[in-house]
């Protein structure tokens, strides 16, 4: 009966979920939770928009060709992030200082009276809005997908896709009180640290997502994310230690 | 013109700002797209990880060269 909509929508929802609030609490730690949020929630408003306007028709918008931009221009925020993060590791300056950039500007707002943590940035909303997009259109198609597959009426479906949704709402219920919960901890981890995590995070998001569009077959569909991220890991610490002892060498 | 050249300048500079992370990114999905289309596209994925690795790594070599 439509009842076994909830369960495999919570869990399918879940990964959806926490998919998207890993990238908004890096985004959030690292640059500001204003220009996080905000990005979130016009996701949300945006998303809202579109399942009023299209209904049911929503099933027939193509999902790959939307994975594959966002996964592509993710892919790209990413690899700059991961970049810069290798070279602060590796104890190279990059090109444009943009740490010292970064603590003039913050410094004349500081000045000015603004904190520089609340001041809007362009980055943090693009990357929180696309993700927050993407994975709550996700979301819509599975509530849809599995509210609607055992219904055969109008009214089943109708009730298939209220039960769907309820399974997909405690999933978020959970996936918010577990990000309320780790927001505390994640203040601790030093920052250039985060910035190495989000350059991580992007990349290994958008390499899978892009995939997923272009019809690559992940093994072990979303468990294959962290093999990903491991290889993306492995290979940026083998850059660290590849660039830093020339470094040192020469001094 | 200058002000579309600007424009694309400002969003190139905002998203990625290096050349090689563009090209190497764009090479990446196209070929990948293209074996994702043919038989093999089990072998897609690490090929995908592997093209993107490189390009990171190129970028770097050329960011650093003469600085290490």
């Known amino acids: ?251 | 013109m200058n002000t579309i050249l600007r424009f694309l300048k400002a969003v190139f500079n905002f998203v990625v700002g290096d050349w090689i992370l563009l090209l190497g990114t764009t090479l990446g999905f196209v070929l990948i797209g293209l074996l994702a289309a043919s038989q093999a596209s089990w072998i897609a994925s690490p090929i995908l990880v592997a093209v993107l690795l490189l390009t990171l790594a190129l970028s770097l070599f050329r960011e650093t060269k003469g600085r290490r």
Do not use: C
Request: proline letters at 3%; charged letters at 15%.
């Open chain 1, 1 to 251: 009966m439509t009842w076994s909509s909830i369960l495999p929508t919570f869990l399918a929802s879940i990964v959806e979920f926490v998919e998207a609030l890993t990238i908004v609490m890096v985004v959030g730690t690292t640059i500001n939770w204003k220009s996080s949020l905000l990005g979130a929630g016009a996701a949300i408003t945006a998303l809202a928009a579109i399942v009023v306007a299209l209904g049911s028709a929503f099933l027939l918008i193509p999902l790959s060709v939307f994975r594959l931009f966002v996964g592509f221009v993710l892919v790209l925020f990413g690899l700059k992030w991961l970049k810069k993060a290798i070279l602060r590791f590796a104890g190279l300056k990059a090109l444009h200082d943009e740490e010292a950039i970064y603590e003039e500007e913050a410094a004349a707002l500081r000045q000015r009276g603004v904190p520089p943590k609340t001041v809007f940035d362009g980055f943090g909303f693009t990357t929180s809005f696309k993700s927050v997009l993407l994975e709550g259109m996700e979301v819509v198609f599975i509530v849809l997908t599995f509210g609607t597959s055992s219904a055969s009426t109008d009214l089943e479906k109708t009730a298939g896709i209220s039960l769907a949704s309820l399974g997909a709402g405690l999933a978020l219920l959970l996936v918010v009180v577990l990000g309320f919960a780790i927001r505390k901890p994640l203040t601790r981890v030093p920052e250039n640290t985060l910035k190495f995590i989000v350059g991580l995070m992007l990349t290994t998001f958008g390499t899978f997502w892009g995939g997923e569009g272009l019809g690559v077959e992940w093994p072990g569909a979303d468990l294959s994310l962290f093999a990903i991220l491991l290889s993306w890991a492995a290979a940026s610490w083998a850059l660290v230690a590849f660039l830093k002892p020339k470094k040192e060498t020469q001094t």
